[in-house]
């Protein structure tokens, strides 16, 4: 017996104002701004950043191996974001990884090609709805909750591909991490996909308000008579299976399931992404349209460094740096200080 | 005041069971040579497990003890080796380095109010950048001084021996335990866990133990990276990778509520003689497959989690919630999905 789709009192035309729009989000702007901030760089480092080329029936471009690489991250932000917004986190979900890709990968030697992949994202569903029932029905703090199968998901991955990498030649399941649809490779296509089908269940219905009431205060949302088990459960699920599907394009794409390190610490890249894309930790708000620039911030800045010709040695300490400038740009506190000398004078 | 020990016995029981299995099965599990080898293999991550305990005390964590363990080990070694600097001046750097490091990660989640997660996770990937710009080798060290430390131990009369590392930590570990139970700083960091407004309202310093506290994890942190350089003469800009998690396991295996507030230091201690054992346990068997350890790891995490719920929300009345959520009918009292 969970939430009812309330549909809105009065239907409001949608009229867009992009300037309007941004003046509302002041925290858009610099979100989008880093990104732009970040391209131009991009650019000034490699002439032919921008271009894309067609060769062999497929695009090719930096712009286009960014949405490609990022795909993966793109997915399991949008399922972190849900996760945020109810004041959660999921840790867990390069683990997820590792046994999706485990489970399909296993299973493919032997089976139709929809069958591992169902199962796959089946065991992706079993451990985002696992996590569901930790956090939601046993009320125990997310992080702690997720942190369980972030450490026992490696070994069920290992004990699945009993220790070893498992490879594989199927056409149909590497299709999906290494395809091309209409000169695009196929992730791009999955991961928007995914992101619009998820904008459309939350922002079309009621969910999404429920969502963020219930990361505002999820005891205030209980006694309003909203099912705050049910939108936790269901957010963990959401993010299980994302997780699944980027774990089908990890494994799609090397053709492999490796249980040490595929998605390795992309948990930490899916949360960065999110805080980036202005989420805050404590809950209550969300934008999933912000939070895939801020996946797309990552990427951007890794493919940069790596056209960069910088040795490959630079690119955590620049990626800390960078983000860290980021996050205090968005940092209240930080602007006030900053700006404080500024203030004194015009006032 | 009950339920607060409880845990920790709990800890203390499941470590005995342990304990007793692997005696009950290889009879060399009585020796002092086990324990002293776990507690030579365990002195890096137990000394940085010390440090971890406070920040999660005060209602934080700390997710750059992994990098920083790895940074200390490449630092300490390209200076010795590279530059032929004596061992001790480089601890000493490090250590002064260490410090900085925390106390800018503290002032930072202090000053901007961004979540320590974002912070010491920035702090992950700068640690851990900085040793991969020092060198992306291995290199080992082959400096007198660290044979001599390795000579330095104490010999039990069944063959074991207490190596220096394994003292660092009990050392480590003793003063971990003064600090927090009989000083003013200890008191500090629980009041800010239990409750940072009231500890605001009673006048704690937060900020300088908000910055003391990530400043001793870091501290530690780089203290085990040395206790790892001297464990494994070498420095490597990937070693210790997820350190950070094996460390918060410990702390959480050993009672300390992620919460903050409540939990000792002691526990801490209990929990990594349990990884420990399990290792060992692993090893001797030899049948048995190394993801086993942290299947075992994950499922004593759960036991203990599930435990302090039980024990904090007041055990049978916790239960009967549980029952009453899941058959709305008989809910009455409508029980309140209260998160953290």
Redesign the interface.
Known sequence: ?SEKIVKPVQEKKVTFNVWAWFAANKRALWTLAALILILLVNRLISPTFFTVRYQDGRLLGSIIEILNRGAAVMLLTTGMTLVIAT???DLSVGAVIAICGAVSATLIADQPPAVAILFGLGAALLCGVWNGVLV??????????T??????G???A??ITN?QIAIFNDPTLSFIGAGVVFGLPFPIFLSIGVLIVVWLFVRRTAVGLLIESVGAN??AS??AGIN??MI?LMVYTISGLCAGIAGLILTGYIKGADANNAGLWTE?DA??AV?IGGTS??GGRFNLGLSMIGALIIQSLYTGILISGLP??????????V??FI??LQ????RQ?VLQPFRRKTA | MKSRILPLIATFVVFVLLYLVGFQRFDAFGTTKVLSNVLTDKAFLGITAVGMTFVILSGGIDLSVGSVIAFTGVFCATLIENSGWHPLVVFGLSLVIGACFGAAMGAVIYYFKIPPFIVTLSGQFLARGMAFVITTASVPVTHPFYNELGNLFIRFPDKGKLSFVAMLFLVVLLLGIVLAHFTRFGRNVYAIGGNDTAALLLGVPIRNTTIGIYMLSSLLATLGGIAYSLYTDSGYPLAATGVEMDAIAAVVIGGTLLTGGVGYVAGTFIGILIQGIIQTYITFDGTLNSWWAKIAIGFLLLLFIALQKFLTAGGVVWVRSLFRRFMPGTAKQPVPASGG
């Open positions: 017996m004041k959660g986190i939601a029905v046993f009320n125990i703090q997310p992080i702690v909750a942190l369980i199968l972030m450490v026992v490696r070994g069920i290992q004990m220790g999820d005891r209980f006694y705050a088990t936790k930490l949360i960065l805080v930790l404590n490959v040695e630079f690119n955590l300490v620049v990626k800390a740096i983000i860290l996050l205090l940092s209240d506190s930080f200080i």
